[in-house]
């Protein structure tokens, strides 16, 4: 019988030399790039951060801020909260003298900061403030209250633009309608009822100095029931009223 004759068995082709196996990922591969991401998304974050207060600032402009953080935490605390919002023209004028000779003398020749009295408030230590009528507005309308330098930051930051947006007018008018008079107690329209059993319009100098007497700090004062200190405060904020109408320090507003 013929022998079978075998089939040479064909070779093995070897493996490619340019096919190499892909080096096996880290499970740590994300650190590097962790950096890169939080680097990019945060820039993206604070430049729609800033639109967004940029967008508010400027509705804000026209339209009156239906509350303020510190307001819903305060009406969250308390349960109630008293508040009437008035247009400046309804409330009485020499309420906006007494504000700005309490508060800000040189609000009407500032840009949003006061820096005369800064220099004086680094001569004197800290121990006395210098905000203006416009960053204590950006503070209650805007921000948060507390000190700390995030808050204070976020404020020089605004503060320049409420100035350009908004007349000097209607920032006072904001800041008279959202400041706290007494605990629960904010604006000029809440207040007045409040103390003196009278409308906003109607409030006298003398009513309207006490009024701007117990800030900045109303519920440690009483304008219903005033300290010997807070009558002298308020006689010598009467006294300032008249000095701003007759140097003309009160035409950015009355104007």
Same mark, same amino acid.
């Given at each position: 019988?013929?022998?079978?004759?075998?089939?040479?068995?064909?070779?093995?082709?070897?493996? #490619?030399?340019?096919?190499?196996?892909?080096?096996?990922?880290?499970?740590?591969?994300?650190?590097? %790039?962790?950096?890169?991401?939080?680097?990019?998304?945060?820039?993206?974050?604070?430049?729609?951060?800033?639109? +967004?207060?940029?967008?508010? *600032? *400027?509705?804000?402009?026209? *339209?009156?801020?239906?509350?303020?953080?510190?307001?819903?935490?305060?009406?969250?605390?308390?349960?109630?909260?008293?508040? !009437?919002?008035? &247009?400046?023209?309804?409330?009485?004028?020499?309420?906006?003298?007494?504000?700005?000779?309490?508060?800000?003398?040189?609000?009407?020749?500032?840009?949003?900061? !006061?820096?005369?009295?800064?220099? !004086?408030?680094?001569?004197? $230590?800290?121990?006395?403030?210098?905000?203006?009528?416009?960053?204590?507005?950006?503070? =209650?309308?805007? /921000?948060?209250?507390?000190?700390?330098?995030?808050?204070?930051? /976020?404020?020089?930051?605004?503060?320049?633009?409420?100035?350009?947006?908004?007349?000097?007018?209607?920032? /006072?008018? *904001?800041?008279?309608?959202?400041?706290?008079? &007494?605990? $629960? %107690? +904010?604006?000029?329209?809440?207040?007045?009822?409040? @103390?003196?059993? %009278? !409308?906003?319009? &109607?409030?006298?100098?003398?009513?309207? #100095?006490? /009024?701007?007497?117990?800030?900045?700090?109303?519920? $440690?004062?009483?304008?219903?029931?005033?300290?010997? @200190?807070?009558?002298?405060?308020?006689?010598?904020?009467?006294?300032?009223?008249?000095?701003?109408?007759? &140097?003309?320090? =009160?035409?950015?507003?009355?104007?």
């Amino acid at each position: 019988m013929a022998k079978a004759v075998k089939k040479p068995q064909k070779r093995a082709k070897p493996a #490619s030399k340019t096919r190499q196996e892909k080096p096996k990922r880290s499970i740590f591969w994300w650190i590097g %790039v962790v950096p890169y991401l939080a680097v990019r998304w945060g820039w993206r974050l604070a430049i729609a951060i800033a639109l +967004f207060i940029l967008t508010v *600032v *400027v509705l804000y402009a026209f *339209v009156n801020p239906p509350t303020t953080a510190y307001i819903f935490s305060e009406n969250w605390r308390l349960e109630e909260t008293r508040r !009437d919002w008035r &247009d400046f023209e309804t409330i009485s004028p020499h309420m906006a003298h007494a504000i700005v000779a309490a508060e800000d003398a040189n609000f009407c020749n500032h840009w949003g900061f !006061d820096m005369a009295a800064i220099r !004086d408030a680094l001569e004197d $230590g800290g121990g006395r403030g210098a905000s203006t009528i416009s960053q204590q507005t950006v503070k =209650n309308v805007f /921000l948060w209250h507390g000190r700390n330098w995030t808050r204070k930051a /976020l404020e020089a930051a605004i503060t320049p633009v409420v100035e350009t947006v908004w007349t000097k007018r209607r920032i /006072l008018e *904001v800041y008279m309608n959202v400041a706290e008079f &007494d605990e $629960g %107690v +904010f604006g000029v329209g809440a207040a007045a009822p409040w @103390y003196f059993g %009278v !409308d906003a319009k &109607d409030l006298s100098m003398r009513q309207a #100095s006490l /009024l701007a007497a117990i800030l900045p700090n109303p519920k $440690g004062r009483s304008a219903k029931r005033p300290s010997a @200190y807070i009558q002298k405060r308020a006689r010598s904020i009467a006294a300032g009223a008249a000095t701003i109408r007759a &140097d003309g320090r =009160n035409q950015c507003f009355e104007g």
